[in-house]
T-cell receptor
């Protein structure tokens, strides 16, 4: 089934640990995105990639890094997790960055940093 | 950047109509999206507006006025399954989406 997958589904992590959230899409979409969703704040863009090989910073990039080595994968890394990074993380993709292309969202990763 | 405002909560009766307003202030506008998100699930796309006017898609319609920085999502013939959060999102000229905090709609029998 075509779509976008994320792993893990949920994770409890000790502060200071390194963690990589995985995101894979099989729709051959050019653009991919990482958001975090916190109660009352809505979805906030962390990093994005308009095409393979390029990445950009969103609204809240500090403490996170991404890479886009190929079209399908867009991992998000927390180098040294802190409790304020406790959130639900959504990966999304769209056929193109512009035009009427809507973003398709993965099921999310619920991360708790203690 | 973007500043996006939408009401926090709305309640309506099954079969009724509800209008969710969204106002935005933007440094560059390149489209407005509405998404639906059920509790514990991922957002799903509802509508897209880039030009002024009304876009209709079944029971859902979305309106945009760029000069007023205003959009609304109209939900007609409400059903219980429409109970969800509705997210207004504005895309800037760098193709980045900024989301409002969402409007939780509760449909009552």
């Amino acid at each position: 089934i075509a779509g976008i997958t994320q792993a893990p589904t949920s994770q409890i992590l000790a502060a200071g640990r390194r963690m990589t959230l995985r995101c894979t899409q099989d729709m051959r979409h050019n653009a991919m995105y990482w958001y975090r969703q916190d109660l009352g704040l809505g979805l906030r863009l962390i990093h994005y990639s308009n095409t393979a090989g390029t990445t950009g910073k969103g609204e809240v990039p500090d403490g996170y890094s991404v890479s886009r080595a190929n079209t399908d994968d867009f991992p998000l890394t927390l180098a040294s997790a802190v409790p304020s990074q406790t959130s639900v993380y959504f990966c999304a993709s769209s056929e193109e960055a512009g035009g009427p292309s809507e973003q398709f969202f993965g099921p999310g990763t619920r991360l708790t940093v203690l | 950047g973007q500043n996006i405002d939408q009401p926090t909560e709305m309640t309506a009766t099954e079969g009724a109509i509800v209008q969710i307003n969204c106002t935005y202030q933007t440094s560059g506008f390149n489209g407005l999206f509405w998404y639906q998100q059920h509790a514990g699930e991922a957002p799903t796309f509802l509508s897209y507006n880039v030009l002024d006017g009304l876009e209709e898609k079944g029971r859902f319609s979305s309106f945009l006025s760029r000069s007023k920085g205003y959009s609304y999502l109209l939900l007609k013939e409400l059903q219980m399954k429409d109970s969800a959060s509705y997210l207004c999102a504005v895309r800037d000229t760098d193709y980045k989406l900024s989301f409002g905090a969402g409007t939780t709609v509760t449909v009552r029998a």
